[in-house]
């Protein structure tokens, strides 16, 4: 039996995201900030599906609501869905992490990835499409 959209073989750097699955996995990196200021790698937003963070190299912060937590190599964060959220890298050095999302957000984050109009106007509606809510 084959199964060629279900298996990646090395992850680093790319999306698993099989036709019909509900869940996708992507293994990313987030650049260190040498000055310490926050670079988010998503703007305060919430959807519907819950999302989950496991830091493979370095450290991530995430905001979870009103609560920020620093996950270190080797933990992890989940966000329930409906939930306010973001995340960024609070260190100077790279950080290496696994996302585990809901396909809507994935759906998402490609719809923003190709928007050639990147305006707060334009975010919020290509948000509002994918039932998901901009909040800066």
């Known amino acids: 039996m084959s199964v060629p959209d279900s ?12 036709p019909g699955a509900d869940l996708v996995l992507a293994e990313w990196e987030a650049d260190g900030v040498p000055d310490g200021s926050r670079q988010y790698q998503a703007p305060l937003h919430r959807h519907g599906d819950d999302e989950a963070w496991y830091v493979l190299e370095g ?4 905001r979870i609501g009103d ?9 992890a964060a989940i966000v329930p869905g409906g939930t306010a959220h973001t995340f960024w890298n609070p260190r100077p050095e790279p950080a290496r992490y ?3 999302m809901g396909a809507k957000t994935n759906a998402l984050i490609n719809a923003i990835h190709a928007a050639t109009d990147r305006g707060p106007d334009a975010m919020r509606r290509l948000f509002e499409q994918h039932d998901a809510e901009l909040l800066e």
């Open 7 to 18: 298996f990646e073989p090395h992850l680093r750097g790319k999306t698993l995201a099989p």
């Open 59 to 62: 450290m991530l912060a995430v």
């Open 67 to 75: 609560d920020e937590v620093e996950v270190p190599a080797g933990g």
């Open 98 to 100: 696994l996302l585990v």
